[in-house]
């Protein structure tokens, strides 16, 4: 299990699958919503790769209108639906499916999303990004806030802020 780390749920338990090796720590978490927070006031976020949805349910603890919700695994889709119920977050919405092909038929726009594939898969990351990037799926002056071990993942692109804790770094872009 891992806690909400701010805002209306705070300090509340999320299911975490057993599949995911490393969750996003606390104090990754943490430093990722404070570089963001400025976009969270009724924001649409989506967050790619979910997991548990820890990352999208923090942005909705701290002001965001809605989340969608990315995740293949049975047992993921099955936590995050569990934690938003657990919760009473009515305006999340979960997608069972591949990532990428979900990214390739999504409508809409989102004003943040977060990428946080395997780090074994990084090619994940580029592909989510030109994804999100030449689809319109992010609003104008909307960011993506990627989390991942080692050198930045998307070649061509600069990251528009980098950050490092421990192994885990995290990197926002904007819309170019």
Known sequence: MIRVGGG?????????????????KEVVRMAMMNSVQ???PDASVLDVFAGSGALGIEAISRGAREATFLEMEPEGVWAIEENLRRLGIKD???IQGDALESLASLEG??????VDPPYKERGLYEKACRLLLSRGLLEDGGRILLEYEGDFPVPGISPLREKRHGRTSFAIIGRI
Do not use: C, H, W
Not at 109 to 114: A, K, P
């Open 8 to 24: 209306k749920y705070r300090g509340r338990e999320l299911l975490v699958p057993s599949y995911l090796e490393v969750p996003t």
């Open 38 to 40: 400025f976009l969270l």
């Open 92 to 94: 999340g919405k979960v």
């Open 109 to 114: 726009s989102f004003r943040l999303v977060f």
